[in-house]
C-alpha cells in the first residue's frame, strides 16, 4: 500500500500557525487522509490539505447515516510521535463497518494513515501534559440512490485536531430513564453515527438543570447502567472496581479495557457485571459506594460527583476519589512515556522529515 | 419569505434529458432547493442547479448523524401538479428534527420549498399512471465542531427525482427476531438516518436467502409488530383490517394515515393495535389471516405474499388480496386525479412559467 504526501499538504502544514486557544476537537489540522473504494476495492490513500468534502447531494450518508468513526491519541514521546493502542482502534472501526454493511477498513490501511496523520502533524502537537493530537478517522457512503440499501462507493478520511488536556472536571450525571441511545439488537456496540445523535436530545437540556452528562441505562431492561453518551462508567464499591459488562449495547471503550487491564495489574478487584441504577443509588446514598467515574480517550478518567434521578440527587463522597486518580496516573505515565510499557501499548511513529 | 431562482437553475433545466429508464429515487432532477439556518434564523431559500454539496469533513452530520429526511411524490394533474398531503411531511419532518436536537424547518419554508421544486421540475414528471416526481427534503447538522452536542448551522435541502411506478410486486417478508432498526425511548417515530443505518445489515442478506424486506418487531417486547424498513404494515383477519398501533417506535406513515381513511370510509372494520407476530403466524396458517401488506409513499401499497420466521414459511392465501387492491386504488384515484378529492389531500401547484 503506498501513501501518495501531495505537495499541497506539505504548504498548507507549513503554512499553518497554531491558535493559542486549542479547546478540544475544534482546530482542525491542515492535513487529512483520503482513500477511496469502489467496485469492491481501496484506492491508495493520500494525505491532501483540509478541506471541504464534494458529496453528492443524494449521497447515502446524509439520508441513512451510513458513517462510522474512530478517536484517538497521539502524544509527543522525545522526537517521535506515540499512538495509544491504534490497533483496537483499527479492530473497532471494522466491527461497526459490519453493523452497518460497510467494507471495513483493511487494519495496514487504518494504521498507516493514522501513522501518516500523525507524523506530519507532530509539530502540531503542543507539549504539556494531557495535550495531544486527536485523531479522528471516518467512512462514509457517498452513493448517490435514494434506496434504502447499502453504498457500494465509500470515502474514509482521517481528520486531526491538536487539542488542550480535556478537563470534563467533576462530573454530575443524569439518569436517563426515558430515552435511549440505542436499541438492544441495535448499533450500541459500534461507533456510528445514529447513537450519537439520538443522545443529543437528552444531552441538550442538562446544563440548565445542573448536569453535565445523561448516564444511559441499558434499553432493553431499563434499569441497568450503559455507558455515557461518550465514555464508559466505574464505580468504587468497598474498594472494589465495578463496571457493567459488555452486552452489545455498551461501546467497548479502549480507556476502559486499559483500566481494567492497570486495575488488575495494581493488585484491585475487579467487577465486570450487570450494575442496576437502583442499587448503585442506595449504595452511593449508604457511603458503600466512594466514588464513579467515566473514561475514554478524550477526558481519559473524570471523576463523577453527583448523580440525579429526577428529584433526587445523590452525591458521591469522593470526586476524585483515590482509585480514578491512580488509574488515571498510571495511564497518563504510559501514553507520555514515564512509565515503561508493559503491556505494549504505545506504537512510536518517526516525525515526517519532508 | 421569497425564493431566488437562479438563472443557471433554469439553464439547467432546459438542457436536462429525462433517461428512457427511471427507476425509482436513481435519476436525480438537474436543480435543488436549498435555505441555510445559521445563528438562529433561516436565511432566504433559492433554488439552484443540482450539484456537490460542499461540507467541511467536521461537519456534524458526518460524524453524529444529525440529519432528517422527508419523502413524498408530485403528480401530473392537467396543467398542474398535484401534491399529496404535503402539510403532513412538514409536520413530520418538524417532529423528526426536534427528535435530534434541530431546528424544524418552518412549515411555509417547507412547502414553498416543495412547490417551488414541484413547479419548476413538473415537466420531468412521467406522465403515465403511477409515475411521479419523489420528492425528498432533507436536513443536515453542517457545523465543524467534533464535540457531541447540536450543531449551530443547518441546510435544509429538497431534491427531486422523476421515477417509474414502483413495483415492489408481491414481498416475502422476513421476521428479524435477532436486530431492532431503533430503541423504545429511541428515535424510531423519527425519520432520521440512524434508523435505516441500523437497517441495512437485516435487509443486505435477505436476498439471498430468498426475502425482499424485513419485518421489525418492537424493540421493547420483541414480539409485536412494528413496521417494515420504509414501509408500515397491514394484516387481513376475517374482512377487517388491522394494523400496529403508533407506539413511539413506529414512523407515523402519511399512507397508512390515509388508508386507514378510506378504510373507514369505505365500511371496513378497522383496527389499531398490538399486533402479536406468533398470533399473526398461526392466523396465517390457520387462514384467518388472508392478506398482509405494506405501505409508503413510494410503492404505495404492496402485497404480501409469505412471512418467514427462522425455519419455516408461512403463505397468505391472497396477494393481492381485495382489500389492498381496493385500497391502493382508492388511493391512487385520488392522487392522480380520477376520484373527488373528498378529504381534501390534494396541492395543486400551477407549473412554473419561467
Ligand atoms: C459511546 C462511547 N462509549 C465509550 C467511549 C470510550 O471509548 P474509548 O475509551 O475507546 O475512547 C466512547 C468514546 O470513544 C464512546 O463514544
Ligand atoms: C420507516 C418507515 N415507515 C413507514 C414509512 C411510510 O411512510 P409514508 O407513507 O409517509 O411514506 C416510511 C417511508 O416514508 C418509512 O421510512
Known amino acids: 500500500m503506498s501513501i501518495k504526501i501531495q505537495p499541497e499538504a506539505i504548504t498548507s502544514l507549513r503554512g499553518f500557525e497554531i491558535p493559542e ?6 482546530v482542525m489540522a491542515p492535513v487529512m487522509f483520503r482513500a477511496r473504494y469502489q467496485d469492491g476495492r481501496w484506492s491508495d490513500g493520500e494525505l491532501v490539505p483540509y478541506g471541504p468534502l464534494a458529496l453528492d447531494p443524494a449521497a447515502k450518508v446524509l439520508h441513512y ?21 491504534p490497533e483496537r482502534n483499527a479492530a473497532r472501526m471494522a466491527h461497526s463497518a459490519r453493523r452497518l454493511c460497510m467494507p ?12 501518516t496523520v500523525a507524523s506530519h502533524c507532530a509539530t502540531l502537537i503542543p507539549g504539556n501534559s494531557g495535550e495531544s493530537l486527536y485523531i479522528r478517522p471516518f467512512l462514509i457512503g457517498t452513493q448517490p440512490d435514494l434506496a434504502v440499501t447499502a453504498s457500494r462507493a465509500y470515502e474514509f478520511y482521517v481528520i486531526a485536531s491538536p487539542s488542550e488536556a480535556y478537563h470534563a472536571g467533576n462530573m454530575r450525571l443524569w439518569v436517563e430513564r426515558q430515552d435511549s441511545r ?6 450500541g456496540d459500534a461507533k456510528v453515527g445514529g447513537n450519537y445523535a439520538a443522545s443529543l436530545l437528552s444531552i441538550a437540556g442538562l446544563k440548565e438543570r445542573g448536569y453535565d452528562q445523561s448516564l444511559w441505562l441499558n434499553p432493553g431492561n431499563r434499569h441497568t447502567i450503559d455507558e455515557l453518551s461518550g465514555m464508559n462508567f466505574f464505580a468504587v464499591m468497598d474498594g472494589a472496581l465495578h463496571t457493567p459488562a459488555l452486552n452489545g449495547s455498551i461501546l467497548e471503550g479502549v480507556t476502559r479495557d486499559s483500566l481494567l487491564t492497570l486495575a488488575r495489574d495494581l493488585g484491585l478487584e475487579v467487577h465486570e457485571r450487570e450494575i442496576d441504577i437502583d442499587d448503585l443509588l442506595a449504595l452511593v446514598a449508604s457511603g458503600t459506594c466512594t466514588e464513579a467515574f467515566a473514561c475514554g480517550t478524550a477526558a481519559i478518567v473524570s471523576p ?21 486518580e491512580q488509574l488515571r496516573r498510571a495511564l497518563l505515565d504510559i501514553q507520555e512515556g514515564r512509565a515503561e510499557d508493559r503491556f505494549d501499548w504505545m506504537q512510536m511513529v518517526p516525525l515526517a522529515s519532508d
Open 21 to 26: 486557544r486549542l479547546g478540544f476537537g475544534t
Open 304 to 324: 463523577i460527583s453527583e448523580l440525579g434521578d429526577g428529584e433526587r440527587r445523590y452525591r458521591l463522597s469522593q470526586a476524585p476519589g483515590p482509585v480514578a
Open 65 to 85: 447515516a451510513q458513517s462510522c468513526f474512530e478517536g484517538l491519541k497521539a502524544y509527543r514521546c522525545g522526537n517521535g510521535v506515540g499512538l495509544f493502542r
Open 104 to 115: 471495513p477498513v483493511p487494519e495496514p490501511l487504518f494504521l498507516d494513515a493514522v501513522r
Open 182 to 187: 440505542a436499541a438492544v439488537g441495535g448499533t
